[in-house]
Each structure stands twice: as structure tokens, then as C-alpha cells.
């Protein structure tokens, strides 16, 4: 069993930069493979980055390659994703997830954290 809580987000401008941080529970993090997935105002929720559970593997939906980038610390049980070049369109509620299988799929995802909202203004 797993649980997992996002921080980290708030209010910034266009171009500018922000890091989410979730945070894991158990000894098995090390074993999991971790994502963010994202849900805007009326949008359905979407992938955004996931992480390997070694870290020898990342992923990341077209929309913030090249902006956004997914780390992990497993003797930290914590899970990052750096933001930079905002966008308003990258406004949106982040949830960390956690699986035993890498994919970017929502429906693969084991556990879930309540979420933390981002908010981009222009």
C-alpha cells in the first residue's frame, strides 16, 4: 500500500518555472513506476510525464517536452516534476500517481494523490 501527496504548486506568470514534489509512503516506492497526469477546468485528465521505477526510463506527452522534466529520489521516497515556460494552457490540477507498471495510461496507475493546482497566468 502506497500513499502519495503532491506540493509544490501555486500561482506563476507565463515563463516562468515551478517544481511539483510528491511524496511517498512504504518501502516499496523504490519498486514503482511514478507519473503526473494533469485535469484543466472541463478537460478530461491527462498524461503528462512518467518516470521508470530505476529511473533509466522517462516519458513525456508532446505538449511539455522540452519544458517539463521528471526526476525521482527513491531514498527520499519522493517523486519531481520541474516546469518551465509556463503556459496558461499548462493550467491545470497535477496528481502524482504510482504503478507497478510504466505506462501513461491513467488507468494503469495503482495509487493516486489528491492532487495540487497549478495555475499559469498570462
Known amino acids: 500500500q502506497v500513499q502519495l501527496e503532491e506540493s509544490g504548486g501555486g500561482l506563476v506568470q507565463a515563463g516562468g518555472s515551478l517544481r511539483l514534489s510528491c511524496g511517498a509512503s512504504?518501502?516499496?516506492?523504490?519498486?514503482?513506476?511514478m507519473a503526473w497526469f494533469r485535469q484543466g477546468q472541463g478537460k478530461e485528465r491527462e498524461f503528462v510525464a512518467g518516470?521508470?521505477?530505476?529511473?533509466?526510463?522517462?516519458s513525456y506527452a508532446d505538449s511539455v517536452k522540452g519544458r517539463f522534466t521528471i526526476s525521482r529520489d527513491n531514498a527520499k521516497n519522493t517523486v519531481y516534476l520541474q516546469m518551465n515556460s509556463l503556459k496558461p494552457e499548462d493550467t491545470a490540477l497535477y496528481y502524482c500517481?504510482?504503478?507497478?507498471?510504466?505506462?501513461?495510461?491513467?488507468?494503469?496507475?495503482?495509487?493516486w494523490g489528491k492532487g495540487t493546482l497549478v495555475t499559469v497566468s498570462s
Open positions: 500517481a504510482a504503478g507497478r507498471e510504466f505506462s501513461i495510461l491513467a488507468h494503469s496507475m495503482d495509487y
Open positions: 512504504g518501502r516499496t516506492f523504490s519498486s514503482l513506476a
Open positions: 518516470i521508470h521505477w530505476s529511473g533509466a526510463l522517462t
